[in-house]
């Protein structure tokens, strides 16, 4: 059986990374996907079209989730396209990394747009949907520096720990109504944005991590398939480590 069979997902950012690994996870679990990107667009088209053989509809959406407004357009289009909206990844983000010494005003702000104020926007978005469903499952994606801090990256370390925050509350104020809000925190997983680190700061992270390796967005990708589902469905108001023990 599949996990997410006919199940509407919404997920920002799967174009390529993480955000691609779950757009694929889910269209195997016979999810309908809807998919954002910013500027991939030829890749995010691609796996638009080599996903829809699956069965299931996957589209992909150009929609800057820092946008108030776009993330609005963005929910109405999906539900014109799809009818419903069961499950909301906010998984967009991006890295601008400085010594605080160094970090310039915008460098701050535009981490905090793209990484925080996205959730806001996209959670807002979906609400009254799911509020009328009476039923959505919200994953947010954190990660292990939200939660112990990194020297060089305070503004995404105050993004991400914002969203713990932000994920917390939302559990609060909607679990009466059957939406549940998790989160999801990332070690350090190889993809495009942990690519730009230099050698020595991977080797010093691979180092640390118990399981010894780095995590695949595929490993991401299977915890919010749970998170998506109904097996999680008496858990909300969590932050769950997928770190291979990087977090004790
Ligand atoms: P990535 O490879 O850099 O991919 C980032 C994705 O976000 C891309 O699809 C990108 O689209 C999209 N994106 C960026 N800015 C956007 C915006 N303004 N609006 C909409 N989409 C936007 O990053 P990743 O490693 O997969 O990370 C995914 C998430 O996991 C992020 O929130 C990150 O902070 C978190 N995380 C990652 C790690 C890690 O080790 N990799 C660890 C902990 C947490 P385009 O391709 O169009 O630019």
Redesign the pocket.
Known sequence: MKLLQNKVAVI?????????GIVEVFAKQGAHVAF?????SE??QALASELSALGTTVRAYK????SFEQSQELVDQVLADFGSIDILIN?????KDNLLMRISEDDFDQVIE??LK?VFNMTKAVQRTMLKQRHGSIIN?????GVQGNAGQTN?AAS?AGIIGFSKSVALELGSRNIRCNVI?????E????AKLDEETVKSWRDGIPLKRG?T?QDIANTCVYLGSDLSSYMTGQVLHIDGGMYT
């Open positions: 920002t950012g799967g174009s390529r990374g993480i955000g691609k954002t990107y910013n500027s991939s890749a995010a929609s800057n989730a820092a998984n967009a983000g991006i890295t793209v990484n996205s994606m954190s990660s292990i520096v995404y991400k925190a990332p070690g350090f997983i993809t495009e944005m942990t995590g967005p």
